[in-house]
């Protein structure tokens, strides 16, 4: 079955910029989007299509490929942006999540 | 604004049935596709399958052979029944709609529901 790989963890300084990587064969063929959610909430689309944000996601977030692997990167972190973060894309009509990412924002 | 609302029981015995509907007020279920997604407390998130209004479902390989999605076009809800249910099936429920950019997003999730599996 296909899988999405994530570090379990990501630390920055507030101010800094968080960079949170996603690998996954031929990742770059199956426009992976991200999710953050917040301790006790609903996960929350931030990034799809390579790079759009849906209305309300602040300009911080953004979203980029490099062969294999998809980056989440937040400019400018905020102690609001701790959270987990997920992956997703789709590999034969089945939804595919990675195993998610805690941002922690020091 | 789409909204979506899980309910069904939250204590479901082990080897019975899991059963929850998901009510879509702000927008027509007749259109885009419809998930359900669960959370195993402090885990990941685990796709369980999708539904087209029309009845079309795709469920993952994993969960497959325990696993229905149905649809009720007239109240605007669709539901999850997962047979056989073990310790393992404990979780958060979510569901949440799909929709299609390139390839599909959720974009409006559910609250979750929480669902424990105890004698």
């Known amino acids: 079955s296909y899988e999405l790989t994530q570090p379990p963890s990501v630390s920055v300084s507030p101010g800094q910029t968080a960079s949170i990587t996603c690998s996954g064969d031929?990742?770059?063929?199956?426009?992976a989007c991200w999710y953050q959610q917040t301790p006790g909430q609903s996960p929350v689309l931030v990034i799809y299509?390579?790079?759009k944000r849906p209305s309300g996601i602040p300009e911080r977030f953004s979203g980029s490929y490099s062969e294999n692997t998809a980056t989440l990167t937040i400019t400018g972190t905020q102690p609001a942006d701790e959270a987990d973060y997920y992956c997703?894309?789709?590999?034969?009509?089945?939804?595919?999540f990675g195993g998610g990412t805690k941002l922690t924002v020091l | 604004q789409v909204q979506l609302q899980e309910s069904g029981p939250r204590l479901v015995k082990p080897s019975e049935t899991l059963s929850l509907t998901c009510t879509v007020s702000?927008?027509?279920?007749?259109?885009?596709?419809w998930s359900w997604i669960r959370q195993p407390p402090g885990k990941g998130l685990e796709w369980i399958g999708y539904?087209?209004?029309?009845?079309?479902?795709n469920y993952n390989p994993s969960l497959k052979s325990r696993v229905t999605i149905s649809v009720d076009t007239s109240k605007n809800q669709f539901s999850l029944k997962l047979s056989s249910v073990t310790a393992a099936d404990a979780a958060v429920y979510y569901c949440?709609?799909?929709?299609?950019?390139?390839?599909?997003?959720?974009?409006?999730w559910g609250q979750g529901t929480l669902v424990a599996v105890s004698s």
């Open positions: 949440a709609r799909a929709v299609a950019v390139t390839g599909y997003v959720f974009d409006y």
């Open positions: 702000g927008g027509s279920i007749r259109s885009h596709y």
């Open positions: 539904i087209y209004y029309i009845g079309n479902t």
């Open positions: 031929k990742l770059g063929e199956k426009y």
């Open positions: 299509q390579d790079n």
């Open positions: 997703q894309a789709w590999d034969s009509s089945t939804a595919v």
